[in-house]
């Protein structure tokens, strides 16, 4: 596996999402049931393969998430680069807003670190810019966390230009995590030029669209009650049909190089800057090894453009969230 920089280390250069072994909200996935012997022979495959960059965060399950991935890498705790978050008030199993206030980190971080049975937490994020907390007494407190060891390096997800820049400003911002990927380039226009700049990661989540741009999906009325993609506006009615068109573009992008279409749309990612590190999800070992090939294919300038062209900016149909409160709390 190639390997990308953050910070004053390297980590491999596509990364797994572990959100989907417990999602926000219970055992049950947000992205169907699991299976989690199969779920822990991803997470030593990945390891086996040099993917490394292991992302989870306190909310997944909630807490559910970083005890499973703790404790199926305890062993083999040296060999993974542990990015976890913080960010939200959790009451009854149950997110009820915003919180990062320094002590709430700061508690936060002692969980965390019990929970994933480790003496430090590689990759510490904010999760959501909390309005009620000045980004500077924010980056204050992980900076103390750091000296002290807790935590080895620095990032926020989902900031807004204005934030980012205060905060970079404030302290040493290593990664920033947000959505990106061929149907959501929001980023393009600040973020991205940004931490580009200031030699910050990007890490992409959802950089297979929440599944879409695989082309193995169904309408979100196909999907069962729970699963998340029931409610995506993007999986939806009209713009399900006019979002599947530009899947129709990966996949001939695909069959030119005898790739998948998520290799496509995750190389893609890669040739968009040296920066990037895409974290996709996976709860099978088939998949994780498909995406991993996506580090050695190379696109030619034909292939970027046709994707460019096929995935202007802005042109998804259908909004990102169902839920107005979630799209509040991007770009914070």
């Known amino acids: 596996m190639k390997r990308r920089s953050l910070g004053t280390t390297d980590v491999s250069a596509i990364?797994?999402?572990?959100?989907?072994?417990?999602?926000?909200?219970?055992?049950?996935?947000?992205y169907g049931d699991v299976d989690f012997e199969e779920a822990r022979r991803v997470l030593h495959r990945a390891l086996d393969m040099g993917i490394d960059f292991l992302d989870t965060a306190e909310v997944?399950?909630?807490?559910?998430?970083?005890?499973?991935?703790?404790?199926?890498?305890?062993?083999?705790r040296e060999e993974a680069f542990i990015?976890?978050?913080?960010?939200?008030?959790?009451?009854?199993?149950?997110?009820?807003?915003?919180?990062?206030r320094p002590a709430h980190i700061q508690e936060v971080c002692e969980a965390s670190l019990r929970r994933l049975?480790?003496?430090?937490?590689?990759?510490?994020?904010?999760?959501?810019v909390d309005p009620a907390v000045p980004i500077e007494e924010v980056?204050?407190?992980?900076?103390?966390?750091?000296?002290?060891g807790k935590i080895r390096f620095i990032g926020l997800s989902e900031p807004g230009p204005e934030t980012l820049a205060r905060a970079a400003k404030a302290g040493r911002v290593d990664a920033v995590q947000s959505e990106y990927s061929l149907w959501e380039r929001g980023v393009?226009?600040?973020?991205?030029?940004?931490c580009r700049d200031n030699g910050i990661a990007f890490v992409p989540y959802s950089p297979l669209g929440r599944g879409f741009l695989t082309g193995a999906v169904k309408r979100a009325e196909d999907y069962e009650e729970g699963d998340y993609r029931r409610n995506d506006p993007r999986y939806q009615g009209e713009n399900f049909d006019a979002n599947m068109r530009l899947v129709d573009a990966?996949?001939?992008?695909?069959?030119?190089?005898?790739?998948?279409?998520?290799?496509?749309a995750l190389a893609w990612l890669l040739a968009q800057a040296d920066n990037?590190?895409?974290?996709?999800?996976?709860k099978k070992r088939s998949r994780l090894e498909e995406n991993a090939g996506a580090a050695d294919l190379a696109l030619s300038k034909e292939d970027l453009r046709a994707l460019d062209a096929a995935a202007p900016v802005g042109g998804t149909a259908g909004e990102r969230y169902s839920n107005p409160a979630m799209l509040k709390m991007v770009r914070g």
Do not use: W
Not at 83 to 100: C, P
């Open 15 to 30: 990364g797994l999402g572990c959100m989907g072994f417990a999602g926000v909200g219970g055992m049950r996935a947000m």
């Open 60 to 76: 997944y399950g909630p807490f559910l998430n970083e005890e499973f991935v703790g404790e199926t890498i305890r062993d083999r």
């Open 83 to 100: 990015a976890t978050k913080f960010g939200f008030r959790i009451e009854e199993g149950k997110v009820s807003g915003l919180d990062s």
């Open 117 to 128: 049975g480790t003496d430090r937490i590689d990759l510490f994020y904010q999760h959501r």
């Open 139 to 148: 980056m204050e407190t992980l900076e103390v966390l750091r000296r002290t």
């Open 188 to 194: 393009e226009a600040d973020i991205l030029p940004f």
């Open 250 to 264: 990966v996949k001939t992008v695909a069959a030119r190089h005898e790739a998948t279409a998520a290799q496509v």
């Open 276 to 282: 990037i590190i895409p974290i996709p999800g996976t």
